[in-house]
């Protein structure tokens, strides 16, 4: 009786480990495939984006599991009225936002920034207009919902120094995967909150 349960022991507990390593290496082969789909969305959408930016001032790059096309505020904004966008980038904003309209998998956050050599306040508005005016665009291709989100971040990501502070003036456009989107959004709304933080406390 003593052997029997033993041996009952042994099998079941073979079985159990069976399983595991069964379920362990379905699990790695899941992990591969969502590796592999990631990689082949990232290829599909560089070359839809390239293709959408061509001829404008737009300058596209990787981040991680997104696309970032970036519109120079210079060449992008009326100088007169800085949150308001120049005709000539409608054309490109407006092939960006249906390209994404149409593939419902995937998600676009709207940056603005600007340099450090204002006051604060006038940096965090700036940035928010300016981002708000591309997500209009968005919004009347049809992109709404948890799909687009915009965040005015002032100078909290400024590239460059007081000599090439202007290059600072700009919006960005980032594009990723709808599974991703939360994470990017973690990573800028922080910095949003406290730049609306300090433009309503002044």
Not at 130 to 153: D, E, P, Q, T, Y
Not at 160 to 177: D, F, G, L, M, S
């Amino acid at each position: 009786m003593k052997n029997k349960f033993y041996h009952l022991a042994v099998v079941s507990l073979c079985s159990l480990m069976a399983a595991c390593s069964g379920f362990s290496s379905g699990s790695g082969d899941r992990a591969g495939e969502k590796a592999a789909v990631t990689s082949e969305w990232m290829s599909s959408q560089e070359i839809l984006l390239r293709d959408s930016i061509k001829g404008s001032p737009f300058t596209l790059h990787k981040q991680d599991n997104a696309w970032i096309v970036t519109a120079p505020a210079q060449q992008s904004f009326n100088p007169d009225r800085p949150s308001l966008l120049l005709p000539s980038v409608l054309g490109p904003i407006t092939r960006i936002s249906k390209m994404l309209e149409a593939n419902p998998d995937v998600a676009v956050l709207i940056l603005g920034h600007t340099d450090a050599l204002t006051n604060t306040s006038g940096n965090y508005t700036l940035s928010a207009d300016r981002a708000r005016s591309v997500a209009s665009i968005f919004r009347l291709s049809g992109l709404k919902g948890g799909r687009m989100m915009h965040f005015g971040l002032g100078d909290s990501y400024a590239l460059y120094n007081q000599k090439n502070a202007a290059q600072n003036h700009r919006v960005e456009i980032v594009i990723t995967p709808n599974t991703h989107m939360q994470d990017v959004v973690a990573v800028y709304r922080p910095a949003h909150v406290r730049q609306l933080a300090l433009t309503e406390s002044r």
